[in-house]
């Protein structure tokens, strides 16, 4: 009674036009999932325009986006919503639609272990959770393949390393993830996961720092993709 009370009062919205979602529709509404921008980057892992974004910058086995990002699209909003506004559910949602697509690559390249981004520890306390962990998670279980969130983390900065000139804070930009690891994790294929694709800066810091596991191999995945 008090559900049906509170439905009536606060009915479930699709997190992508905010239009009513009805009866069987949940967190993004059917016009929605059809019209979602799908780069079909899964269809060539090693031919798209992603990995090719990444060549001679990072050793990667495959590299696939889900969706592009533009400022006009649906997927604006649903990140926007995922990051902002604590709707993790878009993050399984959207995990659960692509996982039809990623399993047949993640089983080809034989992925071993899916590592989300990691938030800087400051970022994680305000927001309260990182936003790709249900994204990455979800992918990680449809698949079957395990799920690390700890193997990678970001360094935090000591005050000596703030005072330092812009030009030399623009380089520890480039060194700020490191791995901690031990003998069962060599020799592993990590899939890094993060939400948005834009400039690949924070996705090549991670991927080097992966890289520092002897005889690591690497491969990238994101939501979306932002068109330049
Ligand atoms: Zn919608």
């Given at each position: 009674m008090l559900k049906n009370l509170l439905k009536l009062l606060f009915p479930d919205i699709c997190y992508g036009c905010g239009s009513l979602l009805i009866k069987n529709e949940r967190v993004i509404c059917t016009a929605c999932r059809h019209t979602l921008p799908r780069t079909y980057h899964h269809q060539s892992p090693e031919q798209n325009e992603i990995h090719k974004k990444f060549y001679g910058l990072l050793p990667l086995e495959f590299s696939c986006s889900f969706l592009y990002f533009t400022h006009k699209n649906n997927v604006k909003e649903l990140i926007h919503n995922l990051k902002y506004r604590n709707k993790t559910a878009i993050g399984k949602e959207l995990g659960m639609i692509y996982s039809s697509d990623i399993r047949k690559v993640i089983e080809k390249y034989h992925v071993d272990c899916i590592v989300p981004v990691p938030l800087h520890p400051k970022r994680l306390k305000e927001r309260g959770y990182n936003q790709i962990e249900t994204f990455a998670k979800t992918i990680a279980e449809t698949c079957k393949v395990d799920y690390n969130p700890t193997i990678l983390y970001r360094k935090t900065y000591s005050k000596t390393q703030t005072k330092k000139n812009k030009e030399s804070r623009q380089m520890d930009k480039r060194n700020v993830f490191a791995v901690q690891y031990n003998?069962?994790?060599?020799g592993k294929h990590y899939l890094l996961i993060d939400d948005v694709l834009t400039t690949g800066a924070t996705l090549e810091s991670c991927g080097n720092a992966l890289l520092e596991i002897p005889n690591t191999k690497i491969s990238i995945l994101t939501i979306a993709y932002t068109l330049s």
């Open positions: 003998k069962e994790n060599e």
